[in-house]
């Protein structure tokens, strides 16, 4: 179990940085993985017929219970594929109970121009900080671009080309996708740049290696707080949310939304047309071709043989 605790730890400080958990979602989740390790023998090195096993184990729990602890070991798997931990993910063979998918947390436009706000506020002096100028890029990225806090963090000093407004990044499960850059971005991360050392591998360089995800977790709060907004409902994985989103209010395609997110499944995107159904009603009114089309009202009968009043 040894090596399932270390792993387990380094999961849980992704979560913390990347997803927000709360110590009581990392106490659960650390239950979770624990037991679950300890009814197959380890997570490590365990197989897809290992993890198949766990649903006679867990037959007689309810059905949130047993998502719960599957979605935990979903998650457990995938961070140690992305990280290069395993070379195959078998959380496939995990049972799958029916249950209905909570609406991602978002902010609204209002929100986001706020945080904009403080930093353009910050920015608006003769020299400003470095520290102000890497919040800038930051932020421009995370909520301009939809990058996972992993993705950001890693970014190398050259990943923004000159010539090319997108950036190539490679996410879960070793897949490539686009991702288009905004003039503001670009322009946020070459005023940053000239504060970047040059030797330095890295475009948020901290120390020997780069800024930590736990760090950028940290910086995205104390901007929320400062903005005037609760800084438990901002993390960098709301930032993303709040891009999907705010992307498909404003009319984008579900299709090149997945392709943006990185999402393998269309599934996974989809979750974001159910947080502003208002706007989808109001889309198809406006839209779609009979929307446009004044409806013709039923003209009373007229009999011939009617007596006038």
Same mark, same amino acid.
């Given at each position: 179990?040894?090596?399932?605790? /270390?792993?387990?730890?380094?999961?849980?400080?992704?979560?913390?940085?990347?997803?927000?958990?709360?110590?009581?979602?990392?106490?659960?989740?650390? &239950?979770?993985?624990?037991?679950?390790?300890?009814?197959?023998?380890?997570? &490590?090195? /365990?197989?897809?017929?290992?993890?198949?096993?766990?649903?006679?184990?867990?037959?007689?729990?309810?059905?949130?219970?047993?998502?719960?602890?599957?979605?935990?070991?979903? &998650?457990?798997?995938?961070?140690?594929?992305?990280?290069?931990?395993? /070379?195959?993910?078998?959380?496939?063979?995990?049972?799958? +109970?029916?249950?209905?998918?909570?609406?991602?947390?978002?902010?609204?436009?209002?929100?986001?121009?706020?945080?904009?706000?403080?930093?353009?506020?910050?920015?608006?002096?003769?020299? +400003?900080?470095?520290?102000?100028?890497?919040?800038?890029?930051?932020?421009?990225?995370?909520?301009?671009?939809?990058?996972?806090?992993?993705?950001?963090?890693?970014?190398?000093?050259?990943?923004?080309?000159?010539?090319?407004?997108?950036?190539?990044?490679?996410?879960?499960?070793?897949?490539?996708?686009?991702?288009?850059?905004?003039?503001?971005?670009?322009?946020?991360?070459?005023?940053?740049?000239?504060?970047?050392?040059?030797?330095?591998?890295?475009?948020?360089?901290?120390?020997?290696?780069?800024?930590?995800?736990?760090?950028?977790?940290?910086?995205?709060?104390?901007?929320?707080?400062?903005?005037?907004?609760?800084?438990?409902?901002?993390?960098?994985?709301?930032?993303?949310?709040?891009? &999907?989103?705010?992307?498909?209010?404003?009319?984008?395609?579900?299709?090149?939304?997945?392709?943006?997110?990185?999402?393998?499944?269309?599934?996974?995107?989809?979750?974001?047309?159910?947080?502003?159904?208002?706007?989808?009603?109001?889309?198809?009114?406006?839209?779609?071709?009979?929307?446009?089309?004044? +409806?013709?009202?039923?003209?009373?009968?007229?009999?011939?043989?009617?007596?006038?009043?």
């Amino acid at each position: 179990m040894g090596d399932d605790d /270390a792993l387990i730890d380094r999961f849980l400080e992704m979560m913390a940085a990347e997803r927000g958990a709360s110590r009581n979602t990392l106490l659960a989740y650390r &239950a979770d993985l624990n037991g679950a390790g300890a009814l197959i023998g380890g997570l &490590a090195g /365990a197989s897809k017929e290992a993890l198949g096993r766990l649903a006679g184990e867990w037959a007689t729990l309810a059905a949130s219970s047993v998502a719960r602890k599957a979605s935990a070991l979903r &998650a457990f798997y995938g961070f140690l594929e992305e990280e290069g931990l395993r /070379a195959d993910n078998p959380a496939s063979a995990l049972p799958r +109970p029916v249950m209905r998918r909570p609406l991602p947390k978002i902010l609204s436009g209002a929100e986001v121009d706020m945080l904009f706000a403080l930093i353009a506020e910050r920015l608006a002096v003769a020299h +400003p900080a470095p520290g102000d100028l890497r919040l800038s890029a930051l932020i421009e990225l995370l909520y301009g671009s939809g990058l996972r806090a992993t993705e950001l963090v890693s970014l190398s000093r050259r990943a923004l080309a000159a010539d090319r407004p997108f950036l190539i990044l490679k996410g879960k499960g070793g897949r490539e996708r686009l991702v288009p850059i905004s003039d503001r971005a670009r322009a946020a991360v070459a005023s940053w740049l000239t504060h970047v050392p040059s030797e330095s591998a890295w475009l948020f360089p901290s120390g020997k290696s780069y800024l930590s995800r736990i760090r950028l977790y940290q910086i995205v709060k104390a901007l929320a707080a400062a903005a005037g907004i609760a800084p438990e409902r901002v993390s960098p994985h709301v930032l993303r949310h709040a891009f &999907a989103t705010h992307l498909l209010e404003g009319g984008a395609d579900l299709r090149a939304l997945q392709s943006m997110l990185g999402h393998a499944d269309i599934g996974t995107t989809q979750i974001y047309t159910h947080v502003d159904s208002r706007r989808l009603v109001e889309l198809v009114n406006s839209r779609h071709p009979l929307g446009q089309m004044v +409806p013709k009202m039923p003209q009373p009968r007229v009999d011939d043989d009617a007596s006038s009043p």
